[in-house]
């Protein structure tokens, strides 16, 4: 093969390359935006979980292309290594940032807060709960936790009228 040959190869999957690479782009963002949507109707509809599972089973919804876990997944994982220890959103938020996991957002604190209170208001998928100090320096302060032995009777979650949520 000559130089010329070689060169005219490398151009041509040169340039295969670049399409693949924004096919691949698209593709991605599709799949993102789809599960969006599974995930919102798995919201309206709870019911609806077990046949979302099974049909995306091998696709994880947490992990992008480099494979850290996103959202209330993150978070969840976090919260799992320390059973039964109250957690701050400040605290989660530097424990994220630790493992490189923060949220892509202009107030990650908040992105952090609505993914812990998505998976408080989870009572039959989640075992995080919301909590308050009462005592001490930080009494008032809104909590979270991983409680592997909630009660699922208990049907709490969520924030009554009189409450504020954080």
Same mark, same amino acid.
């Given at each position: 093969?000559?130089?010329? +040959?070689?060169?005219?190869?490398?151009?041509?999957?040169? &340039?295969? $390359? %670049?399409?693949?690479?924004?096919?691949?782009?698209? @593709?991605?963002?599709?799949?993102?935006?789809?599960?969006?949507?599974?995930?919102?109707?798995?919201?309206?509809?709870?019911?609806?979980?077990?046949?979302?599972?099974?049909?995306?089973?091998?696709?994880?919804?947490?992990?992008?292309?480099?494979?850290?876990?996103?959202?209330?997944?993150?978070?969840?994982?976090?919260? +799992?290594?320390?059973?039964?220890?109250?957690?701050?959103? &400040?605290? $989660? %938020?530097?424990?994220?940032?630790?493992?490189?996991? @923060?949220?892509?957002?202009?107030?990650?604190?908040?992105?952090?807060?609505?993914?812990?209170?998505?998976?408080?208001?989870?009572?039959?998928?989640?075992?995080?709960?919301?909590?308050?100090?009462?005592?001490?320096?930080?009494?008032?302060?809104?909590?979270?936790?991983?409680?592997?032995?909630?009660?699922?009777?208990?049907?709490?979650?969520?924030?009554?009228?009189?409450?504020?949520?954080?």
């Amino acid at each position: 093969m000559e130089f010329a +040959q070689a060169e005219e190869q490398v151009k041509t999957i040169g &340039s295969q $390359l %670049v399409v693949a690479q924004m096919q691949v782009e698209t @593709l991605t963002r599709t799949v993102a935006g789809l599960r969006k949507i599974l995930d919102a109707y798995v919201e309206m509809f709870p019911e609806l979980l077990p046949f979302v599972e099974g049909m995306t089973q091998g696709i994880s919804p947490a992990d992008d292309e480099d494979g850290r876990p996103r959202g209330a997944e993150a978070v969840r994982l976090i919260l +799992q290594e320390s059973p039964n220890e109250w957690f701050r959103v &400040s605290e $989660l %938020v530097g424990l994220l940032r630790d493992r490189g996991w @923060l949220p892509e957002s202009e107030n990650p604190a908040n992105a952090v807060r609505t993914a812990l209170e998505r998976l408080v208001s989870s009572i039959d998928e989640s075992d995080v709960v919301r909590g308050k100090y009462t005592t001490g320096p930080r009494s008032g302060a809104v909590v979270y936790k991983y409680d592997p032995d909630r009660d699922r009777t208990e049907k709490t979650g969520g924030y009554g009228f009189d409450e504020e949520p954080f």
